[in-house]
T-cell receptor
Framework: GDSVTQMEGPVTLSEEAFLTINCTYT??????LFWYVQYPGEGLQLLLK?????DKGSNKGFEATYRKETTSFHLEKGSVQVSDSAVYFC???????????FGRGTSLIVHP | ETGVTQTPRHLVMGMTNKKSLKCEQH?????MYWYKQSAKKPLELMFV???????ENNSVPSRFSPECPNSSHLFLHLHTLQPEDSALYLC?????????????FGSGTQLSVL
């Protein structure tokens, strides 16, 4: 079945550092890929998505590129802020299914 | 504000109590979900209602009972819970248009079972 693997956290960075959170997936077809973010005390919200190979999703300075050859969708940001501290979830949806498969989540802590 | 409202935000209950969690969405979506989020564990999909039909998750104990009276409202009825059921319960909604649809989540109900 489909699966999503994320790097273990927490990831701890200083403000203005470069961020990468790795995500790889297993799917039988051509999934859509998503990054969701969960800020403290809130539910998840969509951060960005990509629906086909080589697409780049971007939002709020975050980017991720759909790499079919490496089955990856790594999240990057050039300069993180304290306000980016949150849990980040990689997810996929495949075929006719509207029900996504989520990764375990990666906690990001950014220090001033 | 995501358009998905959950009440209550916090709930403390004893193991013999009966309580219900409520979720309401104002987005015109036709699918609603219950997720359980426990510390150090993956996000767990408990139930999905699509067009008011339930998609079962056979690993969810019968002490959790969902109800979806219409496409805008979703309940999770709780009875004789165990301490390990303490978690954040998240409701979400979406359209059933296929793989490109995103989920909209509520802020969750933080449940503590004593």
């Amino acid at each position: 079945g489909d699966s999503v693997t994320q790097m273990e956290g927490p990831v701890t960075l200083s403000e203005e550092a470069f961020l990468t959170i790795n995500c790889t997936y297993t799917a039988t077809g051509y999934p859509s890929l998503f990054w969701y973010v969960q800020y403290p005390g809130e539910g998840l919200q969509l951060l960005l998505k990509a629906t086909k190979a080589d697409d780049k999703g971007s939002n709020k300075g975050f980017e991720a590129t759909y790499r079919k050859e490496t089955t990856s969708f790594h999240l990057e940001k050039g300069s993180v802020q304290v306000s980016d501290s949150a849990v980040y979830f990689c997810a996929l949806s495949e075929g006719g299914s509207y029900i996504p498969t989520f990764g375990r989540g990666t906690s990001l802590i950014v220090h001033p | 504000e995501t358009g998905v409202t959950q009440t209550p935000r916090h709930l403390v209950m004893g193991m013999t109590n009966k309580k219900s969690l409520k979720c309401e969405q104002h987005l015109g979506h036709n699918a609603m979900y219950w997720y359980k989020q426990s510390a150090k564990k993956p996000l767990e999909l408990m139930f999905v209602y699509s067009l008011e039909e339930r998609v079962e998750n056979n690993s969810v104990p019968s002490r959790f009972s969902p109800e979806c009276p219409n496409s805008s409202h979703l309940f999770l009825h709780l009875h004789t819970l165990q301490p390990e059921d303490s978690a954040l319960y998240l409701c979400a909604s979406s359209q059933t248009g296929g793989r490109n649809e995103k989920l909209f989540f509520g802020s969750g109900t933080q449940l503590s079972v004593l």
